[in-house]
């Protein structure tokens, strides 16, 4: 399925890249999200499967790392590419990268057949459980929290704190390491305390996000804001997983 999802990235980008007209770029950003769905739905299950059970923790860290490392090094690259050579170019090379990772994945990594078949009806029976549900609205609420207020983040660093386009990519840059170091150090607890670490994560991004108005004024202030609010989205991919 991994394969199946990276050729369907390929297609969009490509798609994106000769696309005429606004609504076949709609078209391979559905595409895109479907990719994304399915890597969500899978990528965490792989951990268990390719590593002893001691190092679960350590290697869904890593697999989830590329969530921040992609705003560190993805947004930056593609914005440097798209000036240097257009939009167009951009939508080709990263079509040719995922062609890449699709080769890498048929090489690479070994077979991993179905454990079990899952049908609908399983999954309607987990949602009997109540903490199934309960984990399901935590993390429904952490991540539309997280998206819903990080829209805002860049007018709000241009309009309260009055930063330079420069200084924006620098504070942006500094969120996404902070991300990565939030990743691994989730990563290196989650498998002894995985409630903690998510509700830390989540009281964290809080408390970062409510006094961002307050403090975020100054650029001191939003730089500590923004790197403690990395850190705790960074962990939340490996908590929920897990």
Do not use: K
């Not at 860049?154 to 500094?174: A, K, M, N, S």
């Not at 670490?197 to 923004?226: C, K, N, Q, S």
Request: proline share 5%; charged share 5%; hydrophobic share 60%.
């Amino acid at each position: 399925m991994l394969c199946a999802f990276m050729l369907l990235l390929a297609l969009a980008n490509f798609l994106a890249a000769a696309a005429p007209d606004y609504w076949l770029v709609l078209t391979s950003r559905i595409m895109v999200g479907i990719t994304i769905g399915g890597f969500w739905s899978i990528g965490a299950g792989l951990a268990e499967r390719l590593v002893p059970p001691v190092s679960v923790g350590r290697a869904t860290a890593v697999i989830f790392s590329a969530v921040p490392l992609g705003s560190v090094l993805g947004v930056p690259a593609g914005t440097l590419i798209g000036d240097l050579a257009g939009w167009r170019t951009a939508f080709t090379v990263m079509g040719a990268l995922a062609v890449g990772v699709l080769v890498m994945l048929l090489l690479l990594v070994p077979p991993l057949p179905p454990i079990q078949t899952t049908r609908l009806g399983v999954l309607n029976g987990m949602l009997h459980s109540a903490s199934i549900r309960f984990a399901l609205m935590l993390t429904f609420l952490v991540v539309l929290a997280h998206f819903g207020t990080y829209t805002y983040v860049t007018p709000f660093l241009e309009q309260v704190t009055h930063v330079g386009d420069g200084l924006i990519t620098t504070f942006l840059l500094l969120y996404g390491a902070a991300g990565i170091l939030g990743n691994f150090l989730g990563g290196a607890w989650v498998a002894r305390c995985p409630r903690t670490v998510l509700g830390l994560a989540a009281g964290l991004i809080a408390a970062a996000t409510l006094l961002l108005p307050a403090l975020g004024r100054w650029d001191a202030g939003a730089v500590i804001l923004l790197i403690a609010w990395g850190v705790a989205y960074g962990a939340v991919p490996v908590a929920s997983q897990t």
